[in-house]
């Protein structure tokens, strides 16, 4: 079993807004991670989490907080977002960062922010 | 830093045709090399990878190949069919310590299989 999944599949939010998005997986992967995919666009690299810890964060705004509650669980909370980071927002995970390297995807959340 | 280009950026062919998408990289220490199929309202489906130790990698109508000399790898589609219509990502996943497991995709290919 190869499933990320990941809630809620749409969210339409207003710029003052705050909001998480979740992610979960169950196959005792060790590594998460969330991009940010852009129409006709491949994915872009936000942030990392190794064995529970932040391991890469892309540069990212602080308006995007990342929270890994354990093992299986990926957060991403939102606050006061600005229009163009309407996108779809991937969740994957991996084994490890290094061992294995196959990453498995989650099915997004398609994000719009009004 | 890894760069990958990813040619050609649309791809049209009839069914039962086949289909080739060709990648560069361009960090020679780059030591894996996943394809992703990405349909329509969907995440990206990892369907076949490659490892730097092996030339060749064959899964039913799909098979990828890798150049290490040349810095390049390959995703071929045999006996193309309509559910095959998606956009196609390769990638390569570097070798810097502090990039972890960041891969490095190419812009996309989409693949359209006309019946």
């Known amino acids: 079993d190869t499933e990320v999944t990941q809630t809620p599949k749409h969210l339409v939010m207003g710029m003052t807004n705050k909001k998480s998005l979740k992610c979960e997986q169950h196959m005792g992967h060790r590594a998460m991670y969330w991009y940010k995919q852009k129409a006709k666009k491949p994915p872009e690299l936000m942030f990392v989490y190794s064995y529970e810890k932040l391991s890469i964060n892309e540069s990212v705004p602080s308006r995007f907080s990342p929270e890994c509650p354990n093992s299986s669980l990926l957060n991403l909370h939102l606050h006061a977002l600005q229009p163009e980071d309407s996108a779809l927002y991937l969740c994957?995970?991996?084994?490890?960062?290094?061992?294995?390297?196959?990453?498995?995807f989650g099915p997004g959340t398609r994000l719009t922010v009004t | 830093g890894e760069n990958v280009e990813q040619h050609p950026s649309t791809l049209s062919v009839q069914e039962g045709d086949s289909a080739v998408i060709k990648c560069t990289y361009s960090?020679?220490?780059?030591?894996?090399f996943p394809w992703y199929k990405q349909e329509l309202g969907k995440g990206p489906q990892l369907i076949i990878d490659?490892?730097?130790?092996?030339g060749e990698k064959k899964d039913q109508r799909i098979a990828v190949t890798l150049n290490k000399t040349a810095k390049h790898f390959s995703l071929h589609i045999t006996e193309t069919q309509p559910e095959d219509s998606a956009v196609y990502f390769c990638a390569a996943r570097g070798m810097i310590y502090n990039q972890g497991g960041k891969l490095i995709f190419g812009q996309g290919t989409e693949l359209s299989v006309k019946p």
């Open positions: 960090d020679s220490a780059s030591n894996y």
């Open positions: 490659i490892r730097s130790n092996v």
């Open positions: 994957a995970s991996s084994q490890g960062e290094r061992e294995r390297s196959e990453q498995y």
